[in-house]
């Protein structure tokens, strides 16, 4: 009989790459997720790993049974999720992990709805999307929270739902007395000659404003600092302007005004979750506060 917890450990060696990896991934010792893999092989009859002094690798076997363990760990995890439906109350830990801007800006309302629920907890955890999608996939959280850029999609794989729970345009975002404060939504290329703070030129919310600004607006002095909240505290002490998500600036107390832009371009903002685990009723009722939230953004 195979054990499903040292399947589910198999498959996480599978997505991190080495024990090592996959240890510290589950808060496991190298050597403990090593003996694991060791006895599975035995339940196996066959060895799954090529192992070297300094690496490990799936032999063709354990390439085999990493197919055939995500089928029956996502089996076992409807199972439970439908006998959980059978108590409609949610109930238990729900883990979340979210890239910060969506940390930030749902986690105050998800909270404040989630008190009714006496029985259910969430713990939310800040990643990068890449990150959070590999959580979700080993178990180890239950909903990411992740955003796609034109041109920057992430692959829909099998066992994986998206929902989707808004779209973030890009938005002009100037300090509280700055001659655009007051002007309805505008095209980039109005804005005459500033000072831009904008985020490096890795993150696809930068690239985005790029492709936006390119051949439209020549800045005047191009500033670069890492993470929206830094940018936007920039700009509400009156250093310059930036272009950001609307997400990082409503609902926060910045000093600073936000105008909408014509044709502006944006992301799209989704909740992935395991397929199999969408009958259970706390993950259920997160996703449904995560809708609202949301939506009330929007």
Known sequence: MLDPRRLRLLCEFASRGSIAAAADSLGYTASA????LAALEREAGHALLDRTARSATLTEAG???VEHALTILSAIEAAESALAAQDATPHGQVVVTAYPTAAVAL???????????????????QARPQESLDQVRSGEADIALVDEWPGHGWPRTPGLSWHFLCHDPLVLVVPQDH???GEPAIDVGEITAESWIMGLDTEPS???LDRLLTDRVQPEVRWEFEGLDTIITLVSRGLGIT???RMAVVDRHYRV?????????GRDVFAVYRTASA???AVAEVLRLLGVAAGKLR
Not at 33 to 36: I, K, L, M, P, Y
Not at 107 to 125: G, I
């Open 33 to 36: 997720v090593s003996q694991q």
């Open 63 to 65: 390439r085999k049974l």
């Open 107 to 125: 986690a105050p309302p998800v909270a404040n709805r989630l008190r009714r629920h006496h029985s259910l907890t969430l713990q939310l955890r």
């Open 179 to 181: 001659p655009l404060a």
């Open 206 to 208: 930068r690239q985005a």
């Open 243 to 245: 272009i950001a998500p």
């Open 257 to 265: 005004r936000m105008r909408e832009l014509k044709d502006a371009p």
């Open 279 to 281: 009958e259970r009723p």
